[in-house]
């Protein structure tokens, strides 16, 4: 796919996402939430890609659903949704998110409104500038929380949380946002970036990437489980698989030699056999 409404770029072992309709302050549409999928999965299939930041171009983030087809934006046919009144992409980034073998960070640097916010909810790290402001505004244009958020939301928050900023719909800034669970620090808006990549550098310096991509499934898909016996299920095959490894042995090699690791695993080639378990 063409990239129309999103940038991708990557450096080194970080891939860089941009929602680029600045002028629109990147406002979604089905168009920019299939690229949003296929980006994800051009890093997936990159083993050289260890983290995926997305952040937004300009002053916002994602200013939420395009709506300048007026009330008809979100009918059947319109920008956002399909002729089976689904949104075109099936919610293929949620999906693409969800699924990632990859850290994603979402470097929120504006206005993440409506969709704008609900689509860095599968993200596995939230960071936002004091120049960010939230809204989860769907009850106030007589709509329901979408993109799976009904889901993401009370996991990340909490219910009571959860609950107070839906059913109000009201517009917050960043500092309320870090003081309830929605993203875990607040930076100026220079720093935003660089404490972005720092925290992907982080990660990609000192982790195995099987070992990520197995730990980010497990922790999102056991999370709201009601016992411990799924993960019970799934823990100790994935530890004995990874156990026999090479990744292990270098592991455990680097902390007594006391220096950083190289792991020699790839998740295009090296994923446990019963991996996916779901």
Known sequence: MEFEQLRYAVEGPVATVILSRPDKLNAYTARMGAELAEAIALADADDAVRAVILTGEGRGFCAGADISGGADSFGEGSANFGSGGEPRDGNGFVQALFDAKKVTIAAINGAAVGVGVTLTLPCDIRIASDAARFGFVFARRGLVPEAGSAWFLPQIVGLPQALRWCLSGRLFDAAEAHAGGLVS????????????????????????????????????????EASPDGALAVDG????????GADVREGVAAFLEKRAPAFPGRVSTDMPKDYPWW
């Open 185 to 224: 620090e607040v930076t100026a808006p220079a720093s935003l970036l660089p404490r972005a990549r720092a925290i992907a550098a982080e990660i990609a310096e000192t982790t195995a990437p099987v070992s990520v991509a197995l730990t980010r499934q497990m922790l999102w898909r056991f999370a709201g």
């Open 237 to 244: 095959r994935m530890a004995m698989a990874l156990g026999r």
